[in-house]
């Protein structure tokens, strides 16, 4: 199956309305670097397909590094070693026979600072799909336009398609690698605090986007704004310390969490 | 109510004023430098400008005293002449200067990538790397004659010699490749441009943020799909302005050519219009070696410093050109980097 062809599968996939993203199965996760031996440890977390989990916990409780075992980008990183299981559907995602460059095509990320390549709106959308052997330009247009209109940009972008993406601005950059990272069609949206640097509305936007994709992708967000988490999401782990000190329903969470800790951090009374 | 420590200061006074007369200083002393090297190169430029301009206006200067029939010291200069040193003229030496240049470039410009690209995305940088980076700074320090000789040692006798028994025995014992020659000079400015090269891009690669790579690699890329959609193109200002650099010094070399292959009469040029369009092996004319013969050789005092600083104009020219065309490659390859795809 070519990319094209995975492309209308997956859309087709999403047209169908009973289609619901698979879900990430983690189980005994533990991490390590070489400078920080227990950045996770034992993790175990069931994140349903189709929702929206939220990711909360204090600065550097191991919330990026969780979120970059889903699609392997801590392969990057001389010295990290980690060990557990994490499955997609039926697909084993640390197994090291794992094709990383595939798994990702299914995994997309929108990293913590948006990080648009240097070069046009046009060509920073089209990079995955072209990665992926789609060619014909009548293809990419529409991959192209259909992204950027999910992510809530087409309007502000369409006829400066052209320009180099470093000049939007950031709240337009963060949009943009957005667009790009759904431009591909993964299953499973990893957004690692993507509204970091927003205004309020570049963030309502945002939020509304989340839910448009939501069914469709499975998304895992990481986010310091508990308004936010407690708005968006269906579910709610809070990491601290490398660890998952609680994980449940979002109402429950922000209601009536059943560890100290969990309140105290969500009331703001944390460190 | 005031508080008395508050107001009084006298030592930030003092310090203000001590300030402000180093500012001064500081103001007046760059100043003079900068006045003193812009001074010294508009002079440089005058002196080979207004004086190889008036020698090149001149009407028939050595050639009345001759008798040649040459109209102007330009087609002089430019065709020869029996009263040149180099018969000849400087025609064949701007060809041998711009093709070597070309040559020099094509083939330092991949292989300094390349190391460089080793060096910042593959190697670990561990100490082999930290000896390696430090070797090749440490190359560009090494005088130009020194390439000469080793290209001469390695390039024409060790590699021509081999290609000779090889491929041009019949041949012998007249060295075919086995001779200094336009391949092996480039070659060796080659090698001696190479740490240029090799800098430039590496600084370039080092600036590109990892986010940029970790971006591609999220989006299902390969290491090396990064290196060649993302790295390579947002790095590649860089890479030719190591490039320009490395024209720059190339264009400018004398000393180690007369090494490894130009010499002060070519009756061919290196280069025709019929296949294969580029003569290797072939020993090649050179500006640089042109404008020391005619200061060693021109005959009578009085042409010399005119046709000399004329020669002297063209070579400048040769560079400058070499130079602005790089620059107006560099401009274009960022527009079309940063604009296509629409
Ligand atoms: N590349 C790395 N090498 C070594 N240690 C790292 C690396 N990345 C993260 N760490 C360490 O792992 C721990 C978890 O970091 P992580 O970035 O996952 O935190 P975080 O929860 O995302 O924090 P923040 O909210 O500030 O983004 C921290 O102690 C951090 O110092
Ligand atoms: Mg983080």
Same mark, same amino acid.
């Given at each position: 199956m070519d990319h094209r062809e995975a492309l209308i599968a997956a859309s087709n996939n999403r047209a169908n309305l009973n289609y619901v993203a698979p879900g990430i199965e983690v189980q005994g996760l533990s991490l390590t670097y070489p400078d920080e031996p227990?950045?996770?440890?034992?993790i175990n977390l069931s994140i349903p397909g189709g929702e929206v989990t939220a990711v909360i916990g204090p &600065?550097?409780?191991?919330k990026s590094t969780l979120l970059r075992c889903f699609n392997r980008m801590?392969?990057?990183?001389?010295g990290c070693q980690y060990s557990g299981s994490i499955t997609l559907g039926d697909l084993n995602?640390?197994?090291?026979?794992?094709d990383v460059t595939l798994l990702r095509r299914r995994v997309g990320m929108v990293f913590q600072q948006p990080n648009p390549f240097p070069m046009s709106i046009y060509d920073n959308v089209a990079y995955g799909p072209r990665i992926g052997g789609l060619r014909r330009r009548r293809d990419l247009d529409e991959v192209v336009e259909n992204a950027l209109r999910l992510a809530a940009l087409w309007d502000e972008v369409k006829g400066q398609?052209?320009?180099?993406?470093?000049?939007?601005s950031l709240g337009q950059q963060q949009r943009l690698v957005i667009a790009r990272a759904i431009a591909v069609q993964p299953e499973v949206l990893l957004m690692d605090?993507?509204?970091?640097?927003?205004?309020p509305i570049s963030t309502l936007r945002i939020e509304e986007l989340i839910y448009e994709l939501k069914q469709s992708y499975t998304i895992v967000i990481v986010t310091h704004n508990m308004q936010q988490a407690a708005r968006v999401s269906d579910r709610t782990a809070f990491l601290n310390q490398g660890q998952v000190v609680e994980y449940d329903a979002t109402d429950k969470i922000f209601?009536?969490?059943?560890q100290r800790a969990t309140e105290d951090y969500i009331t703001g009374r944390y460190g | 109510m005031t508080n008395p420590d508050m107001f009084d200061y006298p030592d930030l006074n003092s310090a203000r004023i001590r300030d402000e007369k180093i500012n001064t200083l500081m103001t007046a002393a760059t100043g003079a430098a900068t006045l003193l090297a812009v001074v010294s190169v508009v002079a440089f430029l005058g002196f080979i400008v207004l004086l190889g301009g008036a020698w090149l206006a001149e009407e028939q200067a050595l050639s009345a005293t001759v008798g040649q029939?040459? &109209? &102007?010291n330009f087609e002089l200069l430019l065709?020869?002449?029996?009263?040149?040193? #180099? #018969?000849?003229?400087v025609l064949p030496a701007i060809v041998g200067t711009v093709v070597l240049t070309l040559l020099m470039a094509v083939i330092v410009a991949p292989l300094g990538i390349v190391v460089a690209l080793y060096l910042t995305e593959? #190697?670990?940088?561990?100490w082999p790397t930290q000896l390696l980076r430090i070797g090749v700074q440490n190359?560009?320090?090494?005088?130009s004659i020194i390439y000469g000789v080793f290209g001469l040692a390695f390039?024409?006798?060790?590699i021509g010699g081999r290609i000779d028994e090889l491929f041009y025995a019949s041949n012998l014992p007249t060295p075919t490749f086995g001779t200094p020659g336009l391949l092996w000079a480039s070659l060796t400015l080659a090698l001696l441009t190479l740490p240029t090269v090799i800098v430039a891009t590496e600084e370039g690669l080092l600036r590109i943020p990892s986010s940029l790579r970790e971006g591609s690699r999220a989006l299902g890329a390969t290491r090396v799909e990064t290196i060649f959609r993302v790295v390579l193109p947002a790095a590649a200002p860089s890479i030719l302005t190591g490039i320009i650099l490395a024209v720059a010094r190339a264009a400018g070399e004398v000393a180690p050519l007369m090494l490894v292959g130009v010499v002060r009469?070519?009756?061919?040029?290196?280069? #025709?219009?019929?296949?294969?369009?580029?003569?290797?092996e072939q020993k090649f004319m050179h500006l640089g070696f042109y404008v020391y013969d005619l200061t060693m050789h021109?005959?009578? &005092?009085?042409?010399r410093v005119g046709i000399v600083a004329a020669a002297s104009l063209l070579l400048v020219s040769v560079i400058v050109s070499l130079n602005i065309v790089a620059l107006l490659l560099r401009v274009r390859l960022r527009r079309t980097y940063v604009q296509s795809g629409v």
């Open positions: 227990n950045a996770l440890i034992d &600065s550097g409780c191991g801590n392969d990057m990183l001389e995602i640390l197994d090291p026979m794992t398609l052209g320009k180099n993406a470093t000049v939007l605090e993507p509204a970091s640097s927003l205004d209601t009536n969490p059943s | 029939q040459h &109209s &102007s065709f020869g002449g029996r009263e040149l040193a #180099s #018969s000849g003229g593959y #190697s670990g940088g561990g190359l560009a320090a090494i005088p390039f024409v006798y060790v009469y070519a009756p061919t040029l290196p280069v #025709s219009i019929e296949a294969p369009f580029l003569q290797l021109a005959p009578g &005092s009085e042409g």
